[in-house]
């Protein structure tokens, strides 16, 4: 069993950044992959961002089209953690941010992930 709780969510003026992390239990976090997640108000869930577990070649990550560039995942196994940097926020990037993991590859479906957060509030004020 896998716990994960994020924090870092908070109320932002639009252009700025903010910084979300996301606490994993359990002694085989390196061998997970880690997801974000968000889902604004009358909306699904959408993929965000992922990274893989390391491999000799250093993690590999994959963002969606509407955060790249402005979006970075990274991981510290030695900490159990995960976090999205979000730079350039704007207000439609408004949403509960959730985090998710699985075992195995990188995958953004959301049905892949088999462990989530109870996610964190992001609102970007124009």
């Known amino acids: 069993q896998v716990q994960l709780v994020e924090s870092g969510g908070g109320l932002v003026q639009a252009g700025g950044s903010l910084r979300l992390s996301c606490a994993a239990s359990?002694?085989?976090?390196?061998?997970?992959?880690m997801a974000w997640f968000r889902q604004a108000p009358g909306k699904e869930r959408e993929f965000l961002a992922a990274?893989?577990?390391?491999?000799?070649?250093?993690?590999?990550?994959r963002y969606a089209d509407s955060v790249k560039g402005r979006f970075t995942i990274s991981r510290d196994n030695a900490k159990n953690s995960v976090y999205l940097e979000m730079n350039s926020l704007k207000p439609e990037d408004t949403a509960i941010y959730y985090c998710?993991?699985?075992?195995?590859?990188?995958?953004?479906?959301?049905?892949?992930?088999?462990?989530w957060g109870q996610g964190t509030q992001v609102t970007v004020s124009s």
């Open positions: 990274i893989s577990s390391i491999t000799w070649s250093g993690p590999n990550t």
């Open positions: 998710a993991t699985k075992l195995g590859g990188l995958r953004i479906n959301i049905d892949d992930y088999n462990y």
């Open positions: 359990g002694r085989t976090f390196s061998t997970y992959t």
